[in-house]
């Protein structure tokens, strides 16, 4: 007997348009906040989210518009703008600088979202919901592995197969054989065009033409040092003329790429250091993205979620490290370290150090050339670090910098909470979540009262705690004063009654004699003993008597054990400083000027008094140093400098006019605590998370508005139910995300990283929210209302517990805190897939499928709005108050649940 089986191709289609489709959106959104991590800050990254949620839920809006029409031809459309959409949303990143919000990257989420929700509004909701979500989840795992296989850019060229093969699926239910046969012939010619793309951009040339070597790359190979690489790197075979690759190394090879990518030899290349376009803004952040990066030799560049790793120079002497886009280090070929290091004091014997964020070499070195024998241990998250340095061409480079070292690849508080080790040093050096002049809203957890206190208690009696900060920024100088009210704090909570007996602070700088930006601060659980201190004065004394100096005079100590000296350290530390802390318009860009200040103010003579309190310095171009970081050489050029001596009377009404504009001068130096960890939040008027959370207002009321006009016209003998349902998936929508972001900042001190942190809490959420819908497919109404209602508990039980759970995995590797914290997601994850798809399937038999796709849609817009809303409560009122919103707003939606469900068994 034969048996055929019947495929329905409408199901075939379902099925592969959402798998693909849900994957790519959550990779695409994945990668985008890399991207922009690299190119920008933690704020505009986290934009992402909520331009994702706009995306699909306007994606769903549409697609109630377009049900109406030929489906395979819908489906084509979205497709196509889809494939087209991620290469807009690579330039959206490469053109960032010119962009005020970066539109371009709502188009793949829209077209996906049209595709997705109208498959949603035909098939079983619960069933659809878990391929959704379990597709989803695997594009949360895709990035991990491609990103750090082949870059970021790379990453989205293989994505941009995706759509194209859904094509030449959904093209076969097609009758025409001609529009057929057209469509995935065309297709599978992009795709073959791709891969063979992707292959070029990936490799590294073999064997050049000699024509092509002498006539599009060497003319165009200026640097000395690109020159000699090549010449190192390729050889003229003496019978053909062409050059073949022989390089002693393999990290030659990848210079020699990248040199090459500077030249004519290939018509288009996708880097971001080839193809981002800078404007002045690029320079403010002190990235490494500016007019001027032609000039740099790029040695190294390899990408992974916990950041991407360059190593570029303009020497044959040194490299910089720089990772996301900024600069971290400088090493210098042959420098085995030296005692006499300004960044730590040298005076201990036998000592045990342990280096949060080694780095390229850091103080590895240095601390190498403590007196007696010294034991180095440290922690280094990005595995590309360990790669590099402890094997191979840099390994040797940085003078074997972390030869007899112990460097744990894991998150350092967790690690020493975890061990019986104490020590007697503990070091950070520039060790932030985001750069000291790129600093926005990361959470981070190392600069904390808890974090501080827990450190100090792993130090022995002699230990230090040392802390280097750089100050390239009026926001970064604020937050070290924030910092520095926080380590007052964790000592006064230790018991500890005179501060000013445990701390050092002075300033330095090889770079800005004039100015110093960098901050070191040593710590003491004990109070320095006369010993001690004498140590401590003969150190400093040797650096104020070197000239230059980085240490250029006394005035720049401005904490020593024992003494309270005058100033605003001085101040913090006796608990002197006030509350009205205010800070003027200060060091402040042109352009930046007109547009958050003087075009707030509309009376001209208004506009000159607040001229006449600055001196305006026109731009200038300075060659010295690193382009990068040029405002060290440049600070005042192209600025706003406010005048020394204002008047109260000046002052106080600058402060009026200030009101009226878009500057917040209201300074808060409250101390960092875990509950509420963002170093960087110095103003007490969140200006920036609002200018976002008023764009994301307005475009969820691009959705809200026209989807409730459009449900009261077209479905208004349903009133009551109506309203129950837009306020169920309204509350639902906005708690989800709500949620969503409150754990994954909250889960980053567990992770440590912050790309990590969303891809555990959105993997796992989006995974098992999909099982929790599939499993509840069939259960009864009771089983369903004990679920909602349990979601609040069980958010409360999460917030009350989850530090104990996270500490019994403190001393576990970095790939077991991750299992560890996709565990952690079951429960939750689970009782939150379950109410959306049951009331979901209710309104759909109650009412249409049409009217699904419109619930669907003011869910997103909800979703929306709940992304960076969250981010405002966390960084205001902390994690305890926005998880309390979570569980109101979880309870209100149980609450709904039980009016949509009325009249079920």
């Known amino acids: 007997m034969v048996f055929k089986v019947r495929v329905n191709k409408d199901s075939v289609v379902n099925f592969f348009a959402v798998v693909i489709f849900p994957f790519s959106i959550i990779a695409l959104e994945t990668i985008l906040f890399h991207l922009l991590m690299i190119v920008s800050n933690y704020l505009q990254a986290t934009t992402i989210i909520s331009i994702a949620m706009f995306g699909i839920a306007f994606g769903g809006l549409i697609s109630f518009y377009l049900l109406r029409f030929n489906r395979n031809l819908i489906l084509s459309i979205s497709s196509i703008v889809f494939f087209l959409s991620i290469g807009l949303s690579y330039y959206g990143i490469v053109r960032l600088d010119n962009f005020n919000f970066p539109y371009f990257l709502i188009l793949p989420f829209l077209s996906g979202s049209v595709i997705v929700s ?38 989205l060229l293989i994505l941009s197969v995706l759509p194209l093969i859904f094509m030449i699926i959904q093209l076969s239910e097609v009758k025409n054989l001609f529009i057929k046969l057209t469509g ?52 003229k075979d003496s019978v053909t003329g062409n050059y073949i690759l022989k390089a002693d190394d393999p990290y030659k090879e990848l210079m020699a790429r990248n040199i090459i990518n500077k030249t004519e030899y290939y018509p288009f290349v996708m880097d971001l250091s080839r193809n981002y376009k800078p404007s002045l803004s690029a320079e403010k952040n002190l ?188 926001r970064s100088e604020w937050s070290f ?61 040797y650096y104020l008597d070197l000239k230059p100096s980085p240490l250029p005079s006394e005035r720049h100590i401005h904490a020593f054990p024992g003494r309270v000296i005058p100033g605003m350290i001085g101040d913090i530390i006796t608990g002197k400083t006030g509350k009205d802390l205010v800070q003027l318009p200060d060091f402040y860009w042109f352009d930046d000027f007109e547009k958050n200040i003087l075009r707030y103010i509309p009376d001209d ?43 109260e009377t000046d002052k106080l009404k600058y402060l009026a006019l ?53 449900s009261v016209y077209k479905y208004s003998s349903h009133k009551l139910i109506l309203l129950e349902h837009s306020l169920f998936f309204t509350v639902v929508g906005f708690a989800f995300m709500l949620v969503e972001i409150v754990l994954m900042q909250f889960f980053q001190r567990f992770i440590g990283i912050p790309v990590y942190s969303v891809i555990i809490t959105l993997g796992a959420l989006l995974f098992f929210s999909g099982i929790g819908s599939l499993i509840s497919s069939n259960w009864r109404k009771r089983y369903i209302m004990l679920s909602a209602f349990a979601i609040p508990m069980v958010i409360f039980l999460y917030y009350t517990y989850l ?67 969250a981010l405002f409560l966390n960084v205001s009122y902390g994690f305890l108050f926005t998880f309390l919103v979570g569980i109101a707003a979880y309870t209100i939606g149980a609450l709904l649940l039980l009016l949509i469900l009325r009249g079920e068994k």
């Not at 720089?322 to 085995?336: H, S």
């Open 118 to 155: 109208s498959i949603f509004s035909r098939a079983n909701s619960h069933k659809i919901y878990f391929i959704d979500l379990t597709a989803s989840a695997l594009g949360v795992i895709f990035p991990i592995i491609a990103v750090a296989m082949f870059k970021s850019e790379n990453a």
């Open 184 to 235: 995935q012939i065309l297709s599978v010619a992009v795709i073959v065009f791709i891969i063979s793309f992707f292959l070029l951009n990936t490799s590294i040339p073999r064997i050049i033409n000699g024509n092509n070597y002498e006539n599009m790359i060497l003319p165009y190979v200026t640097i000395p040092l690109e020159k000699k690489i090549l010449d190192e790197v390729y050889v």
């Open 287 to 474: 990235k490494i993205y500016t007019n001027k990066l032609d000039q740099y030799t790029f040695l190294f560049s390899q990408d992974n979620l916990m950041g991407r790793v360059e190593y570029i120079t303009k020497t044959e002497g040194d490299f910089f490290y720089i990772n996301n886009g900024a600069f971290y280090d400088r090493v210098i070929y042959g420098d085995k370290g030296n005692r006499w290091d300004i960044r730590f004091p040298n005076y201990m014997r036998d000592t045990h150090a342990f280096i949060m964020g080694a780095s390229a070499d850091g103080i590895v070195n240095s601390l190498k050339q403590l007196p007696g024998k010294t034991r180095i241990t440290g922690v280094e998250f990005n595995p590309i670090i360990h790669k590099t340095m402890m094997s191979g061409y840099y390994f040797y480079k940085s003078e074997k910098a972390y030869e007899n070292t112990v460097i744990h690849k894991t998150e350092g508080r967790a690690y020493l909470k975890a061990t019986d080790e104490t020590y007697d040093m503990i070091t950070h050096m520039n060790n932030h979540a985001e750069h000291g002049s790129v600093c926005t809203l990361a959470p981070e957890y190392l600069h904390s009262v808890e974090g501080i206190t827990e450190m100090l208690e792993k130090l022995t009696d002699r230990g230090l705690l040392i802390y280097e900060e750089i100050l390239w920024s009026t």
């Open 481 to 541: 004063y924030k910092f520095m009210n926080t380590v007052v704090t964790a000592l006064r909570e230790m018991g500890i009654q005179n501060p000013e007996n445990h701390i050092l602070v002075y300033g330095w700088d090889y770079w800005n004699y004039q100015d110093p930006g960098v901050r070191s601060v040593v710590i003491k659980r004990n109070p320095f003993n006369e010993y001690e201190k004498t140590k401590l004065r003969e150190n400093l004394q």
């Open 605 to 647: 003579s208004d506009k000159d008094f607040i001229r006449s309190l600055y001196k305006q310095y026109p731009r200038m171009d300075v060659d010295r140093g690193w382009d990068f970081v040029s405002t060290v050489w440049n600070y005042k050029q192209g600025r706003y400098v406010l005048k020394p001596g204002i008047s």
């Open 658 to 710: 200030l009101d009226k504009t878009d500057y917040s001068y209201k300074m808060d130096i409250s101390p960092v605590r875990d509950d509420m960890p963002f170093p960087y939040n110095v103003y007490k008027e969140k200006k920036e998370v609002l200018r976002i959370l008023k764009i994301v207002a307005m475009l969820s009321l691009v959705i809200f508005i026209p989807v409730l006009l459009l």
């Open 803 to 869: 530090d104990s759970i996270f500490s019994y995995f403190a001393a576990s590797s970095f790939n077991v805190r991750m299992a560890a914290g996709v565990g952690l997601m079951i429960p939750l994850s689970m009782l939150m897939g379950i109410p959306f798809p049951k009331a979901m399937e209710k309104i759909k038999k109650e009412i249409s499928n049409e009217y699904a796709t419109l619930m669907y849609a003011i869910s997103g817009a909800a979703g929306t709005f709940a992304t960076t809303f």
